[in-house]
């Protein structure tokens, strides 16, 4: 089974450029979360998708970060302006389903955004 | 809300030496424990989980039981070595979370031959 796909590995903008990250989930997942992981701390869930539809987006700074799941299956993650404070991992996970998740799931590498 | 707190890092220790990271949470109801790893320039990985009480996960010689009574998911191995080197993340996923997770800030393990 091939695992959550994310591109770009590494991105460097300049403050107030706008960028966007993009996931594949794993084949027949319902389930996608995208988190934050700054340097030193622990991930924090930024959005959760089933299917297409928004199930938690509690935490996203919506005033610049948004976030699609189109036709229920990849996902595109996007920041505009950046700031400073937002260079970090982001990650991707997916699960079956929001039960399923319960369970435990499986991450993408991360892309790495750094700000400057 | 739910929370998770882990001992803080680094732990330096030598290899074949005995490893306990502690992890306790604060949730509602009965949630779903979990221990990720992050190995050096890699992605997370699940460790192991355990989703009731009493619970005992295990998985390449580490172990952690689900303590009720504490709110306690420890970490231990026996014996490292010095591929266990890595950064160790304690989560929960809440009973009501419908799968999101709730991390600790992560423990730095360095493991020295």
């Known amino acids: 089974e091939a695992g959550v ?16 990250f993009w996931c594949n989930p794993i084949s ?6 995208w988190y934050q992981q700054i340097l030193g ?19 996203l700074p919506k005033d610049r970060f948004s976030a699609e799941r189109l036709k229920g ?13 937002d260079s970090a ?8 389903d929001r039960n399923r998740g319960r369970e435990g799931y499986t991450f993408g590498s991360g892309t790495r955004l750094t700000v400057v | 809300g739910d929370s998770v707190t882990q001992m803080e890092g680094p732990v330096t220790l030598s290899e074949e030496a005995c490893l306990t990271i502690n992890c306790t949470y604060t949730a509602t109801g009965y949630p779903s424990l979990f221990w990720y790893v992050q190995y050096p320039g890699e992605g997370l990985q699940l460790l192991l989980k355990a989703t009731k009480a009493d619970d005992k996960g295990s998985n390449k010689g580490f172990e952690a039981t689900y ?10 191995k026996g014996s490292v070595q010095v591929s266990d080197s890595a950064v160790y993340f304690c989560a929960l996923s809440g009973t009501d979370s419908w799968g999101k997770l709730q991390f ?4 730095q393990v360095v493991v020295t031959p």
Not at chain 1, 28 to 33: D, K, R, S, V, W
Not at chain 1, 89 to 96: I, K, R
């Open chain 1, 41 to 59: 701390q622990g991930p924090k869930l930024l959005i959760q998708f089933q299917n297409n539809g928004v199930v938690d987006d509690s935490q």
């Open chain 1, 73 to 85: 299956v990849d996902s595109t993650l996007k920041i505009q302006p950046a700031k400073l404070e």
């Open chain 1, 5 to 20: 796909a994310q591109s770009p590995r590494y991105k460097i903008i300049e403050k107030r450029q706008s960028v966007a």
């Open chain 2, 67 to 76: 303590r009720k009574e504490t709110t306690s998911f420890h970490l231990e």
């Open chain 1, 89 to 96: 991992v982001y990650l991707c996970a997916s699960s079956l």
């Open chain 2, 104 to 107: 600790g800030a992560g423990t």
């Open chain 1, 28 to 33: 027949g997942h319902a389930t996608l979360y």
